[in-house]
């Protein structure tokens, strides 16, 4: 396959980088790996997913370390960070990823177990891993951050997935707040994707003509690509975006 000349500047712009995907098994973090080790990187790779790690550790062998995580369980996220940390010496690029929608629920009938799960999972986990990540800089003098928030952080997302929002929410939230902890040596921003065709939207809707229904709200006419969202996330992360800390890029297609 030939390249171009923008592909071949960035193949080289993560080398000898090693960057943490959480949720990096499926979807909009699996392409974010994928470009990743496509521009160099070493990428670990923190997922629930054994059978779609060992996928990826098939894939691209020593390029990438594939550990079972449960981000949501601050002792796993620990012990993880330890072993990159050791195989590794440290860890320079963040991607929080990973993230549930959770059981659609209304006022009317929330259930606690649920809310906690979505909390646990989408938010607790952002604060485990970001400082997991921010005490094992080992060499890496400049390093960033990217967590996935969604446009549902400013619209509340749709009705019955309240929780999910409020989580994007506080990740723009954090997102600022870790900013100015981590700075001057580590940037830290989010995107907010808006619809994206992942599993997570048939996980919300449980239907895939509903799912591509969707378009017909998105200013572009389709949904977004995960590749589109990974494009965005390695620009964040790379120098190319060095002056810019605590913002918040939507990826919505104008939504
Ligand atoms: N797809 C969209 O439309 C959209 C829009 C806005 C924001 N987002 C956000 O993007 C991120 C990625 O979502 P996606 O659309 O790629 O969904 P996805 O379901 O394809 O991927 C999510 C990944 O997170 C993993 N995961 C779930 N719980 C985990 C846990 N406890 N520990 C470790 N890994 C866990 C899953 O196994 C999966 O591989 C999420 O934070 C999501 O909220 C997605």
New binding site residues.
Partial sequence: MSSTASETASASSFDGRVALV??G?????RAITEKLVAAGARVAV????ED?LAELADRHGERVLTQV????DKAQVDAAADLVQSQWGGIAHLVN????IGKRMTLADLDAGELERVLS??LK?VFYVTAAFATRAGSFADRSVVS?A?I?ARTGGMVGNMAYAAT?GAIVTLTHAFSKELAPHVRVNALA????D????L?SLGDPAAVAALADVIPLQRLGA?AEVAEAAVWLLSPASSYISASVLDVAGGR
């Fill in positions: 959480t949720g098994a499926s979807g909009i973090g923190w997922d629930v997913r779609r995580v449960d981000v949501s990823n990973a993230g549930i999972v989408n986990s996935m969604s549902a994007k994707p808006g619809i994206i992942t599993e997570i939207q996980d995960p």
